[in-house]
């Protein structure tokens, strides 16, 4: 069936490799979010895969076909794939529904056929009363889903979407991150999907590509991207992580702010400069000294906001790092106060780059 | 629904390589043949041996120095009074809340079909020094000898180009604050911008491209400009570049020198080009895309009625002025004597259209040469302007160039460029109406190129792309989608090039035989008899022909008159 596969796929503009040997392959009914700060070459990966853009080096499968090379690049059109595009590219010229069937009159369906999945598909993204409508007429959310309507209508092995939710405010664009999720669970297209919002990624994808710099920084389910970044850059670019610089004392302990400090993750060679991660929420705080000294570390409160769910704490160890931490909120420590933070040995994660 | 995927649709071959392939070759052939003659004949002798004489010649004699001075006066002089009288009234029109805004832009619009040797011929009616209406009506007012205004003159001819060159800017210049949204203002309104701020930061930056392009459009009209000048500045005894060209294809030719002298316009335009390019810089111009509501015009209170009075005081000049003129003098047994009901006649009618047996071949071959030369050139100009906006091929650039360098070439050096290339085998059009068709097509192309580049920049590529992910080829999506949305831009071409072609003088005068004769040249040789009145007839037969097709490709039905309303959200 339609995997797609890219095989050190390079786009080079002049001599800026804007997308650089990026492998990747995704199987058949997966999705993928292509996640990563605007720059990183996702939208030009994506294009690549479209067929809008050939590579300057590399190889795309679709399947068993090869679809882009060097040598030879098949024109979108011959790829069986939909997009779902950033400006919706809704024709303003056509109504809803010349916009929807406009794919499968090029695949010259009867009108039977093409009345019969017309109908179902407005049934499914709930347009109906907007058929003989013109996109101009429509507002963002509406626009957005004949936008879906029309990709997913001439059902294609593959689904491209081009930061589709980021024109929508933001109680729909959470609508419309499950409708996304669950038109996919429905269909089961391989589908790409590029995004810059962590927690769009967290909550659609199947596998996560975390891309900086053309390049593939780390690649996961939402589960490993998050609880177990490898980076220096996925562990800040996703949720909110301390990074602590330290030395290490050997394979799993490194030395920070006078304390001594017990990591999993990557394995550590003693007297490196070493660099390890810790989520906010899971540091502790307390005003007394903690029974056992493993993994406690001294610090001052420098400001702490009460966030209505929790509390969200500044404080300074004593090599003048700033960490911040977010803590249940009961545990209430004016500005000030010398306190006490356990850093739990399991969720603090050396990072290999 | 179930988990069948469809097939996608069959691969058929593409043909679009092919396709735009042919299209450059055609491009080539038009524009590249009958510079290259132009080329060997500025770079040689009669003998065909390759010097540099003929440059020398052009840089040391003063009888070729002084039109060049000349002319870079006339050609600057117009563009700033067209920016300066067109930018206001296009934003008036566009933007504000003053009466009467279809009246005006319908009468710039006039002025824009007027062919300017038809101008100047009027102006000849209205301000000739002696016979001139203006200047008797001055004498009889004030007892004075000498005359207000002498049309044969550096300021007269100035002020006669300008006349029907500003239309230009104010077509890009209205457009381009049409399709602003209002919303880019509000937005500088709200961030505290006071009127006059938001004019200056973002209402002027943003039509600041099509103010730009419709200046050196104007400058290069101004400057390639045969008709006006062999009117009004051969009596007055100096030369433009144009005039002075023309006279060197005069017997005895001198084919070598003319080629050469139209090098620097060349050089000149393509310096232009790129200071435009470096001008607009990479900035984004596309506005469309998101959802944007009409423009909220600006309310002039107290001052609608003087900037009505401001936009018709101006277009008193290329308009009302000049038509009164024309129709006076059709009506009229004397052409400038103020005609009354007792002495008005329909002499001059009856003799253009019965007795002057050069009319009606020139009517007919004016009206085919139109039409198919707008067909043509719209689908040309549509497909190379289609290719440099989105980059299909590598050599986009080149094509752009071809399509814009015939700017650069007077009308009559291509008119002789084309006499070169077509009066020896294998191609001998001589003698035929398509030597004209080649001549019209290539002259028009530049302004329909501009026009069609600066509609696709408005379209976001992603319009396309969204088809052909569907599965339609290039050439499908470009029918389908891109079309459609460049309905209006193409019927504007089409019209356009329609009007290009009944203005067209300069190469025609070289190229026409007594069976290929137009109506431009028609009126010319009129001009040269003396025969005023009948010019009047003739010239308004020719805006009733204008406007007739006008309105025609306006209701053709594909074009969809109500499709306006679909489009107002877009």
Do not use: E, I, Q, S
């Given at each position: 069936m339609a995997s797609v596969d890219l095989r050190g796929l390079t786009k080079r503009f002049g001599s800026l490799a804007?997308?650089?040997k990026v492998s990747l392959k995704i199987n058949h009914g997966q999705l993928v979010c292509l996640l990563g700060p605007s720059g990183c070459g996702k939208t030009t990966t994506l294009r690549l895969i479209a067929g809008f853009l050939e590579p300057s080096d590399g190889e795309i499968h679709v399947g068993d076909r090869l679809v882009s090379s060097r040598a030879r690049t098949l024109p979108p059109e011959q790829r069986n794939m939909s997009m779902i595009f950033q400006s919706y590219?809704?024709?303003?010229?056509?109504?809803v529904t010349e916009n929807i069937v406009y794919g499968l009159r090029l695949r010259k369906l009867d009108r039977d056929t093409i009345a019969k999945k017309l109908a179902a598909i407005l049934a499914t993204t709930k347009l109906e009363a907007l058929a003989q409508r013109y996109p101009g007429e429509l507002s963002g959310g509406q626009q957005q889903r004949v936008a879906l309507a029309r990709a997913l209508i001439v059902e294609p092995e593959t689904l491209l979407l081009d930061e589709p939710l980021s024109n929508l405010d933001a109680n729909l664009r959470e609508e419309m991150r499950f409708e996304i999720r669950r038109l996919h669970d429905e269909y089961r297209y391989t589908t790409v999907y590029v995004t810059h919002d962590q927690s769009e990624a967290m909550t659609t994808a199947d596998l996560i590509a975390v891309m900086n710099g053309g390049k593939i920084d780390q690649l996961g389910t939402p589960e490993d991207i998050y609880a177990r970044p490898e980076s220096e850059f996925v562990a800040r670019f996703i949720g909110a992580s301390n990074v602590i610089k330290g030395t290490a004392r050997d394979g799993n302990h490194v030395a920070f702010a006078g304390a001594t400090l017990k990591v999993v993750g990557a394995p550590l060679t003693a007297g490196q400069d070493a660099v390890v991660a810790i989520r906010q929420h899971d540091i502790g705080l307390s005003t007394q000294a903690p029974a056992s000294p493993e993994n406690a570390i001294k610090a001052v409160v420098t400001r702490q906001v009460y966030l209505g769910a929790a509390r969200d704490y500044m404080v300074e160890v004593a090599d003048g790092t700033s960490l911040r931490a977010t803590t249940p909120t009961e545990t209430n420590v004016q500005k000030g106060s010398e306190i006490w933070l356990t850093l739990p040995p399991e969720r603090c994660r050396a990072l290999s780059r | 629904m179930t988990i069948t995927t469809t097939d996608a649709p069959k691969s058929r071959i593409d043909l679009t390589r092919p396709v735009l392939w042919l299209f450059a070759a055609f491009m080539i052939v038009l524009i590249v043949l009958p510079l290259s003659w132009l080329m060997v004949y500025a770079f040689t002798d009669k003998a065909r041996h390759p010097t540099l004489q003929n440059f020398v010649t052009l840089f040391t004699d003063p009888s070729f120095l002084d039109p060049l001075l000349t002319t870079a006066i006339i050609a600057t002089t117009s563009a700033v009074i067209c920016c300066i009288v067109a930018a206001p009234i296009g934003w008036l029109v566009s933007r504000t809340d003053m009466p009467g805004r279809q009246i005006i832009r319908a009468l710039v619009t006039a002025s824009f079909v007027t062919p300017p040797f038809l101008g100047a011929v009027a102006w000849e009616l209205l301000a000739a020094p002696n016979s001139g209406m203006l200047n008797q009506l001055y004498r009889y007012l004030t007892g004075a000898e000498d005359p207000l205004f002498d049309i044969y003159s550096l300021t007269g001819l100035i002020f006669v180009i300008s006349c029907y060159t500003f239309p230009f800017v104010f077509v890009l210049v209205a457009n381009a604050l049409d399709n602003m949204p209002g919303e880019l203002e509000d937005a500088s309104a709200i961030l505290g911008g006071k009127a006059w701020t938001t004019a200056r930061r973002v209402t002027i930056p943003l039509a600041l491209p099509a103010l730009v392009a419709g200046a050196l459009i104007a400058f290069l009209q101004a400057m390639t400009l045969f008709g006006s000048p062999a009117i009004l500045a051969l009596p007055a005894g100096f030369h433009t570049m144009t005039t002075k060209i023309w006279s060197l294809f005069q017997?005895?030719?001198k084919l070598e020198l003319a080629a050469a002298a139209a090098v620097p316009l060349l050089l000149l335009t393509i310096l232009l080009l790129q200071g435009q390019k470096f001008l607009l810089g990479r900035r984004g111009f596309s506005v469309v895309g998101g959802k944007y509501g009409a423009p909220r015009p600006v309310e002039m209170k107290g001052w609608r009625w003087a900037a009505l009075a401001f936009c018709l005081f101006v277009l008193l000049n290329p308009v009302f002025l000049p038509y009164f003129a024309l129709l006076n003098a059709a009506f009229s047994p004397n052409a400038t004597t103020l005609v009354t009901p007792s002495t008005a006649t329909l002499h001059n009618i009856v003799f253009v259209f019965t007795e002057l047996s050069s009319t009606q071949l020139a009517l007919k071959n004016t009206v085919i040469l139109g039409a198919s030369t707008a067909t043509i050139g719209t689908i040309l100009a549509l497909v190379v302007a289609y290719v440099t906006t989105r980059r299909v091929i590598a050599s986009h650039r080149l094509l752009g160039f071809l399509a814009t360098a015939?700017?650069?070439?007077p009308g009559i050096v291509l008119g002789v460029g084309l006499f070169l290339s077509y009066?020896?085998?294998?191609?001998?059009?001589?003698?035929?109406l398509w030597i004209l068709l080649l001549a019209f097509l290539t002259i028009n192309l530049p302004s329909a190129y501009q026009q069609l580049q600066a509609a696709f920049a408005t379209i976001h590529p992603e319009l396309e792309d969204a088809s052909r992910i569907l599965g339609a080829t290039r050439l499908q999506s470009l029918r389908q989608i891109t079309a459609p949305l460049l309905r209006t831009g193409v019927i504007a071409t089409w019209c356009f090039i329609f009007i290009g072609v009944m203005r067209e003088l300069s190469a025609a005068i070289v190229l026409f035989t007594s069976q290929t004769k137009v109506l431009s040249v028609l009126i010319y040789d009129l001009n040269e008899s003396g025969d005023l009145a009948a010019i009047s007839v003739l010239g308004i037969a020719m805006l009733v022909i204008t406007f007739a097709v006008v309105l025609a490709v306006n209701r053709i039905p594909m074009f969809g008159g109500g499709a306006g309303a679909r489009l107002r959200n877009s």
């Open positions: 804007v997308v650089d590219a809704l024709w303003p010229h056509m109504t | 017997y005895p030719p015939p700017v650069a070439v009066t020896r085998p294998p191609f001998v059009l001589y003698g035929t």
